[in-house]
């Protein structure tokens, strides 16, 4: 029952990881139709950032919420300069940007740090909090950070009126137009609040992770099956679909070591939890592909 519940928690750790960078995906999704490949890379960098500012001798704390901002003007910047040109461009022209973004961020960090990897420290305490034997202080503090994030991005868009211009800007910018809100700068705004919220996720699993350029590809890849999952127009289904994602690679893991001590014989282990994610995100296009929360919109052409 301990392992079961150490895979719990663990799953729900990973999962909160998952739920920022898919609450990001989809928050870019909703107001362009478009999948940020980029969204990956984008919270590496702003990772490295704030190793770079903890390096030059400011408090973890501090360094977050610096490299916050810095991500959040990083992502409007983005959004005017290099993809508002583009606002007519063909599809495939959107994701050649994309993927040109992500190899743009990705060799930055390499030539700017190098590609060795490096630890990243944990600012929180290793003995004073924590659930002995089930979840360590490290992954408790992610859920709890994570979980503060999430709260604070709901109470944002829920009760506040620029959080309601930016929804009204995402789900119907015509009549927003009309209402008089700035829809252009509405979605510069959610590309700002997107990259602070990737930038959350990477600083808080690169502890686990290690930092380097390449760390946030698998991340990218289970928060795209986690935004699948909950459904991909739908941020709470998002947010949802991280958590339910992290805890069943966990628990598939999990059953498969069992299975091997019971039977020696070897399906699944903790190195192919990749696999996991991949074949969720097959099911989901095949069975479901609005998701679990989403809905299916139809469109006339």
């Not at 990001?24 to 362009?32: H, N």
């Not at 590496?44 to 901002?69: C, D, E, K, R």
């Not at 659930?131 to 979980?147: K, S």
């Not at 039977?263 to 995100?281: C, D, M, P, R, S």
Request: glycine residues 10%.
């Amino acid at each position: 029952m301990e392992q079961f519940l150490q895979q719990v928690a663990s799953g729900l750790a990973n999962g909160a990881i998952y739920a920022c960078v898919a609450l990001a995906l989809v928050m870019i999704y909703v107001s362009t139709d478009h999948i940020n490949f980029a969204q990956g890379e984008m919270a590496m960098f702003s990772t490295y950032i704030s190793w770079q500012l903890m390096n030059w001798g400011m408090s973890f704390w501090v360094a977050f919420v610096l490299t916050v901002l810095i991500s959040f003007a990083m992502g409007v910047l983005i959004e005017r300069l290099i993809l508002r040109p583009l606002h007519n461009a063909p599809v495939l022209s959107i994701i050649v940007v994309f993927i040109g973004l992500l190899a743009i961020f990705n060799s930055m960090a390499g030539a700017f740090w190098s590609y060795l990897i490096k630890e990243f420290p944990s600012p929180f305490p290793k003995s004073s909090f924590g659930i002995a034997g089930v979840i360590g202080p490290h992954q408790l503090g992610v859920v709890v950070v994570t979980l503060i994030v999430l709260g604070l991005l709901f109470v944002f868009f829920r009760y506040t009126p620029l959080g309601l211009a930016m929804r009204a800007a995402a789900q119907n910018p015509q009549m927003a137009r009309l209402v008089g809100v700035r829809v252009d700068w509405m979605l510069a705004l959610g590309w700002g609040l997107a990259a602070s919220v990737g930038a959350v996720a990477g600083i808080m699993v690169a502890h686990i992770v290690y930092l380097e350029p390449n760390m946030m590809g698998g991340i990218l890849l289970y928060a795209f099956a986690s935004a699948l999952v909950g459904g991909i127009s739908n941020p709470a289904g998002a947010v949802a679909g991280g958590f339910i994602v992290g805890i069943l690679e966990n628990m598939v893991a999990y059953a498969g070591n069992q299975i091997e001590k019971a039977t020696g014989v070897y399906i699944i282990g903790n190195g192919e939890k990749l696999t996991v994610a991949l074949i969720i995100v097959i099911f989901v296009l095949t069975v479901k592909p609005a998701g679990l929360f989403g809905r299916v919109v139809v469109k006339r052409v």
